[in-house]
């Protein structure tokens, strides 16, 4: 069954570093997504995704994030200056059309990140 | 805007025994889409069940069945002779339908331990 891969599963960083997450979705998908749970609380979307500009953004996808699709099979998700409350699992996911969606998503196994 | 609710922490109940986990989610909209994820210790999201509101019949997949009440705005999920590989959070969602890209919200989730 395909699935949606990211990279690396554990991301430990310091304060104030730029961070790169990397995910690479279904290879026939077109909508992409990037949501955020920190630890033992919800999980929370970040962003949406599609025909190479940004659907939907939430509040927490503020000017220290960004998202690119650099090469048509990666889908990256940058940070530019970490903070501590940036520590969180990062869960990309990734729908073949709309109707996809309604079917709900696929889900990577995660990015754990740790601002130390 | 929508919010999902999940009013239950956590449960513990014996391997074999039936378990029901509540939701219940406010919303204006008359057509919107319903899902449970099963978060296991892998912390891989996965989807187990689907509804569509303007479907009267409720959802089965194999043990997992949904108790979906329109007027109440609840969706329970019912997991019918529980295994211990269902020990996992749970967590209810909610999607209207849609408009390119859609998101998913998430209630807070419930702890479920499956004993031997």
């Known amino acids: 069954e395909p699935e949606v891969t990211q990279t690396p599963s554990h991301q430990v960083t310091q304060m104030g570093q730029e961070v790169i997450l990397r995910c690479v979705p279904i290879?026939?998908?077109?909508?992409f997504y990037w949501y955020r749970q920190i630890l033992g609380q919800k999980v929370e979307f970040l962003v949406s995704?599609?025909?190479?500009?940004?659907?939907?953004k939430s509040e927490i996808f503020d000017d220290q994030f960004s998202v690119e699709r650099p090469d048509g099979s990666n889908f990256t998700l940058k940070i530019r200056s970490t903070k501590l409350e940036d520590s969180a699992m990062y869960f990309c996911?990734?729908?073949?059309?709309?109707?996809?969606?309604?079917?709900?998503?696929?889900f990577g196994s995660g990015t754990r990140l740790t601002v130390v | 805007a929508q919010t999902v609710t999940q009013s239950q922490p956590e449960m513990s109940v014996q391997e074999a025994e039936t378990v029901t986990l509540s939701c219940t989610y406010d919303t204006s909209e008359n057509n919107y889409y319903l899902f449970w994820y099963k978060q296991p210790p892998s912390r891989q999201m996965i989807l187990v069940i689907r509804?569509?509101?303007?479907?009267?019949q409720n959802a089965t997949e194999n043990r997992f069945s949904v108790n979906f009440q329109k007027a109440a705005k609840s969706f329970s999920l019912k997991i019918s002779d529980s295994q211990l590989g269902d020990t996992a959070m749970y967590f209810c969602?909610?999607?209207?339908?849609?408009?390119?890209?859609?998101?998913?919200?998430f209630g807070q989730g419930t702890r479920l331990t499956i004993n031997p």
């Open positions: 995704f599609y025909n190479n500009e940004i659907s939907e």
């Open positions: 509804q569509e509101a303007y479907k009267q």
């Open positions: 969602a909610f999607m209207t339908p849609p408009v390119g890209a859609q998101k998913l919200v």
């Open positions: 996911a990734s729908s073949e059309d709309v109707l996809g969606v309604l079917l709900g998503y696929t």
């Open positions: 290879s026939n998908h077109l909508y």
